[in-house]
């Protein structure tokens, strides 16, 4: 093949077509050739037909001729022959990792693809559907006609992942006809059938000017749809057909135009939709069925996740569908979905497909995710379907709640009268239980998906379905009673006059209340050991997400408001003061019996920071008189709260500190601040003033208060706002001292080191950005320390065994995080010089010098000689890494000529590095630190210098990348970029690269068009400076340049 490709020029055209048909008649004379030599003379074929459409030595259209009278001779073993030419061919053309390496420029391999797209795809598409059309009308197929069937399949599946470019306008109607039949025929060989189904999933993703109007895309929607359905209809779905199936639909109302899509017949669409919510209930029953019987392979689960996506896609358009238009198709799905996780006779949770129970019990992994987690994309989609048919889906999660509270109520008064009566018995049948707390598990979650969403970083707003529904019914709504219901959580709503004439919603919310109400009367009565951690999460995980949203809401970001809301729970209503206390108990309750079970203490006071974090519910929170119990106790470290977790506590912490900033009057917030915060600063300094703490420093009493305590100040640093910055600040300063002592104290000491470091990180992510000068000066300075000792502590020291390097990656990686945020600074500073500080510090700092820049390059030289090439194999590590070196580039290009010769040559290393031997995400940091590097360079003038030198290093570097080397697209501009500075800086050695170049080309055409090329890349900044408008222009031509000749010198 490459001798062939080597000599073409000297051949003649006889003698390679020659060549082409003895290579063809070989492998057509010898059926039994081993696999491996077929594919490789076919593929030298097929090289041979690429390499003559440069010259037009080559036609493939003859070989296209031979390849169709193959297919027609009826022989399996010469169609089979066939395909491997047409798979060759394809693999050839692909201009991709498939494409032989023959010693010709990429831009031939691109133009031969573009050539091959609009003129012979088609071709190779057709003689495909052709076999399929012959093989689809075919009675019986044997073995080998089976194995050819699969191959063809496998061969449309390839040619359809292509583009085809226009004037490829394909007839598609018929091949749609031959596929859906295709599919019937074979659907029970279940290999064959995922080869079929994945050619329909192409199908039914074409879209481009594949079509030549609108019309032809409707035209061909509706023929898909019909063929589609009659497929799908009167079978039953195999599981090897699921996940295609469910594909074919998704891509069908993702890619095709909503307009086209409701362009085409309306009882073909009626039945297109009722088709997709039977296929998503009986997809919802056996992914259900799949996780009771644990299987590895959820294809239904898949499948029904894909289905669940296209529904969010339908419902959340309305501008193509009335109100109401798929509330008949929600409610289908809501109650399949309901009814799949609930417990029978209700349901059919942990039913086996004939009606038997499953499992007793079912065994959680520990390392299993949360159900809210991990469904939690269903639960959405099944949240949004639910509010759509609110009026079905409220009133029907209530009604089940309700009943299951009842239940539990029941069956945990039995069980406490069976333990009184007989307390050493221990023959209780806990089955009931455990289903009602698996019931009330899932009825929690959809509640609260139906409820609100799940906002990260946005204000949370009552969805508008919601708030539309509960407006809607105002009117038939008696606001003392929905209130009554509200706040009697022990009491059975039913047995509240007139219950019926309550808010759906706030009833809804009782329900969850009363489950709430239930776990604590269970509390009370010694009866925790029957309680599920699991349920007491989701009321705890529900609670916070109502209250992010419905909780004192604001009214100014809604156009109407609905009247049982605002006076349910908004602003100076009776009903917000409750149920923040009722809260509140909750909280405390939980982290005083839970204590052990992380996860749940954990969400509790996730709740509770919900309850602090904006400032007008901390003010109804600090009224409660258990708030200041919480916070003593908390202070006093006495049981159960010292026993919380670390992540716990530091959280807790935050809460306090938050809630410390609601509105009280100076003397009642100094109390707060003594009661929290002095307690903690006392206690630690008791702790590290012994006189034998060097001693003491290792026992684990002494070791938990150090790091409770470190906790707690990452807590504290999280809980910064801009106006409680100055307090915060000046509290935690006076701890980052002592914690530089502890770092010599727990030196050998990884996890309390690396804790240390933490807190420092903490403080600079959270208060950096609000701090003036003088008050940055102070970070800076406890940060240098802060490195020196560890320095002190780390040169030198041998770490042999893997757990050394893992403990060695934990603290550089919050090394660098601590200097990246150190130089955040300086692109986000919200500080008015100290303004914010005044009043809170007399003085200020006179004649420091200590500036972020010497604290990060200190950090860096501390970092560089620490990072070996096996660290940076650590993604994370590697990424973290590169952010910082390009930050210091931007932010202080002037310091880099200045570092020392070992560190200065070390950064460079790096950045080569990153540029040749790293990931396209760390070569493009390189190349944006590499940009202001040659500013620098240019400003200073100083040609003799080690970066002046090392620049033109990298100037050779860029332009081999940009010229000669295949890289990513998405870097061309930062490239493109740095390369404009480096010939800005170094005029005379760009030219000399050019020439070098042109000199080496010895094809003329080749030698002119880059000549040309290079000529109207510097045209457009002559002479270039660093200039702007100049460096823009370039940029322009860059990207004419790299269309032109961007593939003319890399070789493949």
Same mark, same amino acid.
């Given at each position: 093949?490459?001798?062939?490709?080597?000599?073409?020029?000297?051949?003649?055209?006889?003698?390679?077509?020659?060549?082409r048909t003895f290579l063809l008649t070989y492998v057509l004379q010898r059926p039994n050739l081993q696999k491996y030599v077929r594919e490789q003379i076919l593929l030298a074929v097929a090289v041979i037909v690429k390499r003559g459409s440069l010259d037009k030595s080559i036609d493939c259209k003859s070989i296209f001729h031979e390849v169709s009278q193959l297919i027609s001779s009826g022989n399996p073993t010469v169609q089979t022959l066939a395909c491997s030419i047409l798979t060759a061919l394809l693999s050839e053309f692909s201009s991709s990792s498939k494409t032989s390496n023959i010693g010709l420029s990429m831009e031939f391999h691109g133009n031969c693809k573009r050539v091959?797209?609009?003129e012979d795809l088609r071709q190779i598409f057709m003689l495909t559907v052709e076999v399929l059309q012959e093989f689809s009308r075919r009675e019986n197929l044997n073995a080998q006609m089976s194995s050819v069937f699969q191959r063809y399949l496998a061969l449309a599946n390839q040619v359809l992942s292509w583009n085809f470019l226009p004037p490829n306008y394909?007839? &598609?109607?018929?091949? #749609?006809?031959v596929d859906n039949k295709v599919h019937r025929k074979i659907r029970e060989d279940s290999d064959m059938a995922q080869d079929s189904l994945q050619c329909l999933a192409q199908l039914a993703s074409l879209h481009g000017p594949i079509f030549p109007d609108e019309g032809s895309q409707v035209d061909y929607l509706a023929h898909f749809i019909e063929g589609l359905l009659n497929t799908i209809n009167g079978i039953e779905i195999e599981d090897s057909e699921a996940v295609g199936i469910s594909s074919i639909i998704s891509n069908l109302i993702t890619v095709f135009p909503r307009n086209v899509l409701t362009a085409i017949p309306n009882e073909l669409f009626s039945s297109f939709v009722n088709c997709l919510t039977h296929l998503t209930c009986s997809f919802g029953r056996?992914?259900? &069925?799949?996780?009771? #019987?644990?299987?590895?392979?959820?294809?239904?689960?898949?499948?029904?996740?894909?289905?669940?996506?296209?529904?969010?896609?339908?419902?959340?358009?309305?501008?193509?569908?009335?109100?109401?238009?798929?509330?008949?198709?929600?409610?289908?799905v809501f109650n399949s979905y309901i009814q799949c996780h609930l417990a029978a006779p209700d349901g059919t949770r942990n039913l086996t497909a004939n009606g038997v129970a499953s499992r007793e019990e079912e065994e959680i992994s520990e390392l299993q995710e949360d159900d809210r987690d991990q469904f939690s994309d269903q639960l959405a989609s099944v949240g949004m379907l639910g509010r759509i048919a609110a009026e079905h889906c409220i009133p029907l999660l209530t009604s089940l709640l309700e009943e299951r509270v009842t239940r539990l109520h029941g069956q945990l008064q039995r069980h406490q009268q069976q333990l009184l009566a007989s307390p050493g018995s221990s023959t209780l049948d806990n089955k009931m239980l455990d289903d009602l707390y698996e019931d009330i598990h899932w009825l929690i979650l959809v509640t609260g998906y139906l409820l609100a969403d799940d906002t990260q970083g946005e204000t949370p707003l009552i969805p508008p379905e919601i708030m539309e529904y509960s407006i809607k019914h105002s009117s038939e709504v008696d606001i003392n009673t929905t209130l009554q219901i509200l706040g009697s959580p022990g009491e059975k709503a039913s047995s509240i006059p007139g219950y019926n004439r309550t808010d759906s919603v706030i009833r809804l919310l009782s329900a969850v209340l009363r489950v709430s109400e239930v776990e604590s009367r269970a509390i009370r009565a010694d009866l925790t050991h029957l309680l599920s951690p699991q349920m007491g999460k989701d009321i705890v995980w529900f609670l916070k997400r109502w209250a992010k949203t419905y909780l004192l809401v604001d009214e100014k970001l809604y156009d109407q408001i609905s009247l049982p809301f605002s006076t349910a729970f908004?602003?100076?209503t009776e009903g917000s003061q409750w149920i923040i206390g009722y809260l509140l108990q909750k909280v405390i309750s939980n982290l005083s019996v839970w204590s052990s079970e992380q996860d749940l203490a954990n969400d509790t006071v996730q709740l509770l920071v919900t309850l602090v974090e904006r400032r007008e519910r901390a003010n109804l929170v600090i009224q409660c008189e258990n708030w200041w119990n919480l916070a003593k106790q908390f202070a006093s470290r006495s049981p159960p709260l010292n026993f919380l977790s670390s992540p716990v506590q530091r959280t807790l912490m935050k809460a306090l500190v938050l809630g410390g900033f609601a509105h009280m009057d100076t003397e009642t917030k100094q109390q707060y601040w003594t009661e929290v915060l002095q307690p903690l600063q006392q206690r630690f300094l008791r702790v590290i003033?012994?006189?034998?703490?060097?001693?003491?420093?290792?026992?684990?009493?002494?070791k938990q208060e150090i790091t409770a305590t470190l906790e707690a100040l990452c807590g504290i640093a999280e809980a910064t706002q801009i106006d409680n910055v100055a307090i915060l600040f000046n509290f935690l300063m006076d701890f980052l001292t002592n914690c530089i002592g502890l770092m010599e104290v727990y030196k050998n000491t990884p996890e309390t080191v690396n804790l240390i470091i933490e807190v420092f990180v903490e403080v600079a992510h959270k208060q950096i950005c609000y701090l003036g000068e003088s008050k940055a000066m102070n970070l800076y300075e406890a940060c240098l320390t802060l490195l020196q000792v560890y320095s002190k502590n780390n040169l030198g020291r041998q770490r042999i065994d893997v757990t050394a390097e893992e403990e060695q990656y934990q603290d550089l990686l919050l090394i660098m995080e601590l200097l990246t945020n150190l130089l955040s600074k300086e692109f986000i500073d919200f500080s008015d010089t100290d303004e914010v500080f005044r009043g809170h510090e007399p003085g200020q700092a006179a004649n420091r010098s200590v500036s972020a820049a010497d604290v990060v390059l200190y950090g860096v030289n501390l970092i560089l000689p620490l990072m070996s090439q096996d660290l940076l194999k650590f993604p994370t590590l590697c990424n973290q890494y590169y952010k910082l070196i390009t930050f210091i580039c931007e932010i202080f290009p002037e310091k880099i000529p200045q570092l020392p010769e070992d560190l200065f040559k070390s950064l460079m290393y790096s950045l080569e590095l990153g540029m040749t031997s790293m990931s396209s995400e760390v070569c493009q940091l390189c190349l944006e630190a590499l940009t202001p590097l040659a500013e620098q360079c240019a400003k200073a003038q100083e040609t003799d210098s080690p970066l002046f030198l090392a620049t033109r290093h990298f100037l050779k570097l860029v332009f081999d990348m940009l010229v000669l080397q295949k890289h990513n697209t998405e870097m061309t501009t930062a490239a493109g970029e740095a390369f404009y500075t480096l010939v800005c800086l170094h005029q005379a050695e760009y030219s000399e690269l050019v020439e070098t170049l042109l000199s080496s080309q010895q094809d003329p055409v080749i030698y002119q068009r880059l000549a040309d090329a290079?000529?109207?890349l510097t045209a457009s900044s002559t002479p270039p400076t660093l200039d702007r408008k100049q460096k823009m222009a370039f940029l322009k031509s860059l990207e004419e340049f790299m269309a032109n000749v961007g593939g003319l010198l890399c070789v493949k």
């Open positions: 093949m490459e001798a062939v490709v080597r000599e073409w020029i000297l051949l003649e055209k006889g003698s390679i077509e020659s060549l091959f797209q609009e394909i007839l &598609l109607t018929t091949e #749609l006809c056996s992914a259900a &069925l799949e996780e009771v #019987l644990d299987k590895d392979d959820m294809v239904y689960m898949e499948a029904y996740d894909k289905l669940l996506e296209s529904w969010l896609t339908l419902v959340q358009d309305d501008k193509h569908f009335h109100k109401g238009f798929f509330t008949q198709h929600a409610v289908q908004g602003a100076d003033n012994q006189e034998n703490f060097q001693q003491m420093c290792q026992q684990e009493e002494v290079f000529n109207k």
